[in-house]
Every structure is written in structure tokens, then in C-alpha cells.
């Protein structure tokens, strides 16, 4: 079980978390409440902010646009460099990493050490960022010659939209507005409803840092809000959630054609093969497919076994996902959490409702846990799966696995391309040739080698097919808040 790494998770869906009431105000009387419920006790509270409305947004993106033009200017640069310092000073305080942290639990149910973990391991991210913009933003002579030059500078985008997720609202946020703020951006950041108090507290933390508040401001709603945030005329839209919403996002902006950043879903897979480490795998992939409650878009949610391990591993497996403890999200011994959203309780039921009728066999779990309050899914694992099982085709975000028997790698290559979505694969092995000639056929943004569920500030993050669009993290995540300009220099002679 590896808890530790928490510090490496990242991603997902923004359906989810808290589940938010919005009241919308269609008539000038309604209520713009924002009421949220915990997802662990399921009671209710009301959020310190109001939504916001078509007015209040354009006056925002207004102020957004007059304080960019400052923000962004090429000779300040160390002053967004010394600000950003000063945000990573804040979250390395550990007043601040507890605030957060039970902030967090309240909004989605993460269990508290998780949390804790989440915020603490965002500083290895700005930490990147701040490392890497100089080089970034440095101009690059490509040629030059008698009294010709030609080089490329970057600029900033300009004003962006940043519409965040609930599963991992500091990682996700942070992997924005960290490097579009570098780079000299303005933001209109709406959190997610289902993780508003962590929104909230992050935008507390960079105002003090010294960002101004018109250069980064909080946009709160609902799906109604984000809508009106795309009605702005920002130069960039950056969505992660769902390939359903993050389709409509795109339709929606594509006749204006701006920079558009989108992290999607995923149905990630892992193929272990007869020489992989039985007993190693199986503990990896099961903290792979629980940790979170299997709310990121990169858990493991698909597992090929070569069959002359197939008993073996499955044994292992079972025997693992038994040692974690469901409960109280503050009780820091708790490893499985609720679901951040009741609704997807009974979309995981259909899903073992259809894998059993379909054949697969109920090895653990399959309802939701007898708790009294909270929306507690057992953790679940079927095995003899197949692709004629919703379990193992469409997104789950949830505690539940699907483990299916292969006679072949070239098999296990071809069931692990199946799918609609391309974010993460994987592939458990000791030969490190097999490794790349599997993982090099996979279509996915990111290849995992005896590992899985994990991110790393050095290394882009994107997905293939309807994973996603666009890339954050790297360089290249502070490359896609800029544009190149390219100068043709002739000095006069």
C-alpha cells in the first residue's frame, strides 16, 4: 500500500466532490446560494460566496483586462518570479498546508493525510515552474548571419479562462495558474462547486502572495457560470473534467479559434505479464485503482494478466484491497474515503449489475457500504472480465476494478488500445526491452513501466483520442500559456 504516493497523483473529472446546489437566479429575487453537502455526513452548507452572475463576471474580466497589460510586461518578470515565490513560501507553511488540507476533506471527501499530501506535494510543481520560465521565456536566436538575425520571443496569451476539478483541485489548479501567471497572464479561475472551500482558499493564498487581485479573481457557480465564462472574449480556455463537457467547451469556442487546454477522461490500463513481480504488481495496481476512490482520470481501471500468473496476481490483489481501511475522511488512518458525488453510486451498481449479468465474477464489493450517512462505495474487484462489460469500455471514477485473462502480449496490446480514451498504460514486466516494445504500441500520452497513477512536474501531462487536447506540466505546460512571435533583425548597414 503506498500512500506516499499521494505526493505523485494528479488529475480528473470536475463532476464531482461536494455535491453543490446552485440556485440560479433567472428572476431578480431568486437566491445565487451556493449550498454544498459533505460528501461523508451529507450535511449541508452554504458557501461564503455567492454565484456569480453575467455582471459581475464581465466586470471582472474588464479589471482582468486592464491589469494584464502590467502584469504581462517583459521587464516584470521577476516580480511575477518574487510573487510566485512568495505563494510557495505560504504553502510550505504548515498552518496552511492543515488549513488546506481540511478544506479539501470537507469539499470532496478526500481522506486528510491524502489531502494533506496533495497540497504538500503542489509546491514541487510551482517549484518546477518557477526553475524553468526563465529558459522558457528567454529569447532563442536561430540563426544569425553577417548583419542578419532571427530569433523567437514568447507572450503571454493574454486574459484566460481556467475552469478547475474537484479530485485534485490544488494539483490540477496549480498545474494553470502557476505557469500562465508566470508568463504574464491574467485569469478568471472558477473551482469547481463541488470543491469551492478549496478554490476559495488557494485564491486567499495568492492574493497574499501579492498577486493582484484583478490579474487572478474567482469566478463561483455552477455549469451555468463556466458557461458565461466562455461567452468572454478570453484568448484561452483551460477545462479539466469530462469528455462530455470538455466536447462542448471546445464547440463552443472553436469558430474563434483561441488556446484550448483540456484534460479529459481516461480508462487506463495495465498489462502484467508472466515474469512481472506478482506480489509488487498487484500492491501497486490496487493503490493505483483505489487511492482517491479511484476519482482521477489515470487510475487504473483496466488490468490484462498473462494467464500463467492470472491466479497468482488476482490472490494478491484481493488480499490488498482488503487492508484498506474505509471511514471517516478525518480520521488520519482512513484510506478510502466517500465518493464526492452521490449520483455516481448508482452508476457503479449498473456497472457490476452489467459485468455479473455479462459473466464476470464478484470478488469483493459491488454496493455501497453500510454506513449510515456519506456516499461510501464499497471497494470492488471483479474478475473474468471481458469488453462486452460497461466495467471495462466506459469510464468508471470509482473504487471498482476490472480484471481480465490474456493468452498473449500481442492480446493484451490489443485490448488496451481499445478504447475511446488514450491517457495512461502500463505495463509490469523485469524485461525492460519488453517494456518499451509494449508500452511504445500503446495510444496513450504517458507509459508507465512497473508503476502507475502517477505525475511528474518534469514531464508533459496530455491524453490521446478523447483524453484530451493540449498538454500541462513540463515545459511544455508553461510553453502553452504563450505565443511565439518570430523576429527577422537586419541591422542597418
Not at 510557495?88 to 488546506?100: K, P, R, S, T
Not at 479530485?167 to 479561475?189: D, E, H, M, Q
Not at 469528455?243 to 463552443?252: C, F, M
Not at 484510506?335 to 449520483?343: C, E, F, I, V
Request: charged fraction near 25%; proline fraction near 4%; include cysteine.
Amino acid at each position: 500500500m503506498k500512500t506516499a504516493l499521494a505526493s505523485l497523483r494528479a488529475r480528473s473529472l470536475p463532476t464531482g466532490a461536494l455535491s453543490v446546489r446552485h440556485f440560479s437566479a433567472s428572476a431578480a429575487s431568486a437566491s445565487r446560494k451556493l449550498v454544498m453537502v459533505n460528501p461523508a455526513t451529507e450535511q449541508q452548507e452554504t458557501f461564503a460566496h455567492e454565484a456569480d452572475t453575467r455582471e459581475s463576471i464581465q466586470s471582472k474580466f474588464n479589471a482582468a483586462l486592464q491589469a494584464q497589460k502590467e502584469w504581462g510586461r517583459p521587464e516584470n518578470l521577476e516580480k511575477r518570479v518574487a510573487t510566485l515565490k512568495k505563494f510557495l513560501e505560504l504553502i510550505n507553511d504548515d498552518a496552511n498546508v492543515q488549513e488546506g488540507a481540511r478544506r479539501l476533506t470537507q469539499d470532496m471527501g478526500k481522506p486528510i493525510s491524502h489531502a494533506a499530501g496533495e497540497v504538500k506535494a503542489t509546491r514541487a510543481r510551482v517549484q518546477f515552474f518557477l526553475d524553468n520560465i526563465h529558459s522558457v521565456l528567454q529569447h532563442e536566436v536561430v540563426n544569425q548571419k553577417d548583419a542578419l538575425v532571427e530569433k523567437i520571443s514568447r507572450e503571454p496569451l493574454g486574459v484566460i479562462a481556467n475552469i478547475a476539478p474537484w479530485n485534485y483541485p490544488w494539483f490540477v489548479s496549480c498545474n494553470v495558474y502557476a505557469p500562465a501567471l508566470l508568463t504574464g497572464n491574467a485569469i478568471l479561475y472558477k473551482p469547481s462547486e463541488f470543491a469551492l472551500r478549496t478554490g476559495e482558499f488557494q485564491m486567499e493564498l495568492l492574493h497574499q502572495a501579492g498577486v493582484p487581485k484583478e490579474v487572478i479573481a474567482p469566478v463561483y457557480g455552477a455549469g451555468d457560470v463556466g458557461a458565461e465564462l466562455l461567452r468572454l472574449p478570453v484568448n484561452g480556455v483551460f477545462f479539466t473534467g469530462s469528455v462530455a463537457t470538455g466536447r462542448k467547451i471546445n464547440e463552443a469556442v472553436a469558430s474563434r479559434m483561441i488556446k484550448v487546454g483540456l484534460e479529459l477522461g481516461g480508462k487506463d490500463a495495465t498489462y502484467v505479464c508472466e515474469d512481472a513481480n506478482v506480489k509488487n504488481a498487484a500492491a501497486s495496481l490496487a493503490d493505483g485503482a483505489m487511492f482517491n476512490a479511484g476519482q482521477s482520470c489515470c487510475s487504473v481501471e483496466r488490468i490484462y494478466v498473462q494467464k500463467e500468473v492470472y491466479d497468482e496476481f488476482v490472490e494478491e490483489y484481493v488480499k490488498t484491497v482488503k487492508s484498506f481501511k474505509m471511514g471517516d475522511p478525518m480520521d488520519s488512518a482512513t484510506y478510502l474515503g466517500p465518493l464526492t458525488r452521490g449520483s455516481q453510486l448508482s452508476f457503479l451498481e449498473e456497472q457490476v449489475k452489467d459485468a455479473v449479468a455479462k459473466g464476470g465474477k464478484l470478488l469483493l464489493g459491488g454496493k455501497r457500504a453500510s454506513v449510515s450517512k456519506g456516499y461510501f462505495f464499497e471497494p470492488t474487484v471483479i474478475v473474468d472480465a471481458n469488453h462486452s462489460m460497461s466495467l471495462m469500455k466506459d469510464e468508471s471514477f470509482g473504487p471498482i476494478i476490472g480484471i481480465q485473462k490474456v493468452s498473449s502480449e500481442k492480446e493484451a496490446i490489443e485490448l488496451v488500445n481499445d478504447s475511446d480514451l488514450g491517457l495512461t498504460g502500463g505495463v509490469y514486466t523485469k524485461d525492460a526491452e519488453r517494456a518499451k516494445r509494449v508500452l511504445g504500441q500503446y495510444n496513450t500520452g504517458t507509459a508507465y513501466w512497473n508503476c502507475c497513477d502517477r505525475v511528474a512536474p518534469a514531464l508533459p501531462w496530455s491524453g490521446r483520442n478523447f483524453s484530451g487536447l493540449g498538454a500541462t506540466l513540463g515545459v511544455e505546460g508553461i510553453r502553452t500559456f504563450t505565443v511565439p512571435k518570430a523576429w527577422h533583425l537586419v541591422s542597418p548597414q
